[in-house]
């Protein structure tokens, strides 16, 4: 696999990390499997007590968790500081909820005097998840807090290009006081990973990651009959109605495509705007995108990272290209990105027709795609002509209605008033090939336990 740290802005390739091998692995899933035997009867306040530990470590050493995730994938060394905090209020949130998530819960029965039904939740046992480079705290964050806490063990196979932030989050672990084995990163090649699928120890798989990826780790699940939940891509749309607010929305819409260099899942990649507002948002958009700043993603006066790396910038310009060849108009905007680094340059995609695959695809970086709808209706329309259905958005100034256009927008999420968010405290998921489950809360604690009926008949009931 190449597991490699290798600096987007620069282009050094600053330290290389052998696969693992198979005894490594075999390793591996005997410690995790051990672990969990002890680890799923560890009461909550037991989990809870590392899971606040992880956030507090989080926390203190901010700085240095930031400076790995800045030098491994380019992101603005703000974002990644900010990272490290959602990552914390993660932790934090289960540390304080988990027992309330998975509480038993009794079911109303037919006859109460004749017994009583309860349905628990019990750890399925060691998991597999396997996470990408765009956000290599959060990423691990929102599977392995949830799942520890639920009495589960982890397995994590992370992105190769950030090798380093997967050994950081399994030392924090330990640090925190989470039992060897509980969580364990693998520099893992691509035959073993199938093989720890197929494993009789591993009772589920969790993955962030493309469509492709998602498809074929699915099938390997599926054929093993393991649970598995698939966060995949997206392309978030952005409907400006009529009524919005332009400065604020414009505002919005340049931050929500931008961020994270533009290699978000939930960013907002179709901007589509009302006939009516549409010039007026193409002008301020273009002179809002104009005014991002290219460079060393450490220095704090640059608002715009690099890719995270050469070949996804490469691959990025590739399908503007693409685009431009099916008859889109393609317009860079901005003064040139720096020669130095994985830069692309910002652009605007605009006629884009029914014909164009363009319109069906997942550009990961700074180019916007634009979308004249001639009303309401034929916003939402467009909105719904994606074969994702992850995140989204609505911008008006009537914030009722704008829940009542959301709720014709088929997608996992929507936003009124603000592009696609996460947060501790926010479910995240999508449907269609943006995959199924979902991560954090309730939703994503419940994913991967046993939903177990207990049902306590009497034993003078009528047989």
């Known amino acids: 696999m190449a597991y490699a740290t290798t600096n987007p802005y620069t282009g050094e390739v600053q330290k290389k990390f052998p696969d693992a091998t198979d005894a490594e692995v075999e390793q591996a899933l005997s410690n995790a499997q051990a672990t969990f035997l002890t680890w799923k009867e560890a009461p909550f306040s037991t989990r809870a007590k590392v899971m606040y530990s992880a956030a507090g470590i989080l926390r203190r050493d901010v700085d240095a968790y930031a400076k790995i995730l800045t030098t491994e994938m380019g992101k603005l060394i703000s974002e990644a500081r900010a990272e490290v905090e ?53 990423q691990i964050a929102r599977i392995i807090a949830p799942q520890l806490s639920a009495g589960n063990t982890i397995i994590l196979k992370h992105a190769s290009n950030v090798p380093q932030s997967a050994a950081a989050f399994e030392k ?31 009772r589920g798989v969790a993955l962030t990651g493309s469509e492709d990826a998602g498809a074929t780790v699915a ?33 919005w819409a340049v931050f929500g495509r931008h961020w994270n260099g533009g290699q978000v899942c939930v960013s907002s990649k179709r901007m589509i705007i009302v006939d009516k507002v549409y010039n007026d948002f193409l002008t301020r958009y273009t002179a809002g995108v104009a005014e991002l700043k290219a460079g060393d993603p450490f220095d704090p006066n640059t608002t715009l990272a690099p890719l995270s790396s050469q070949t996804a910038a490469d691959d990025l310009k590739d399908k503007i290209r693409q685009a431009v060849s099916h008859g889109a108009k393609a317009t860079e905007v901005g003064p040139k990105v720096p020669n130095k680094g994985a830069f692309v340059q910002p652009t605007i995609l605009t006629d884009i027709g029914e014909d164009n695959p363009a319109r069906n695809w997942e550009f990961f970086g700074p180019v916007s795609m634009l979308f004249r709808a001639k009303d309401e209706d034929d916003a939402v329309r467009i909105a719904n ?7 989204g958005s609505v911008f008006t100034s009537n914030t009722k209605h704008g829940a009542e ?59």
């Not at 969580?183 to 009789?200: G, H, M």
């Not at 009959?225 to 414009?250: I, N, P, R, Y």
């Not at 926010?426 to 090939?433: A, N, V």
Request: proline residues 6%.
């Open 405 to 463: 256009v959301a709720k014709k927008i088929s997608t996992g999420m929507v936003f009124v008033n603000h592009p696609t968010m996460v947060k501790a405290d926010l479910p995240f998921g999508g449907i269609r090939h943006s995959g199924y489950g979902r991560e954090l809360l309730g939703l994503g604690i419940k994913e991967f336990v046993n939903h177990k009926l207990i049902d306590v008949v009497d034993i003078d009931a009528e047989f």
């Open 219 to 251: 099938q390997q699940a599926g054929k093993a009959l393991k649970k598995s939940t698939m966060e995949l891509g997206g392309a978030d749309a952005f409907v400006v109605l009529a009524d919005a607010d332009m400065a604020k929305t414009v505002r």
């Open 86 to 138: 959602l990552s914390a209020a993660i932790f934090e949130y289960y540390s304080q909820n988990a027992r309330a998530l998975l509480s038993p819960e009794r079911l109303p029965v037919g006859n109460p005097a004749e017994g009583e039904a309860v349905l628990v939740h019990e750890p399925l046992g060691v998991l597999l998840c396997i996470e990408p480079w765009n956000f290599p705290y959060y």
């Open 385 to 391: 002509d994606s074969p994702f259905g992850l995140g």
């Open 172 to 202: 924090l672990m330990l640090e925190a006081g989470l039992p060897r084995g509980g969580f364990k990163n693998l520099y893992a090649s691509r035959a073993q990973l199938e093989r720890i699928i197929n494993d009789p120890r591993i």
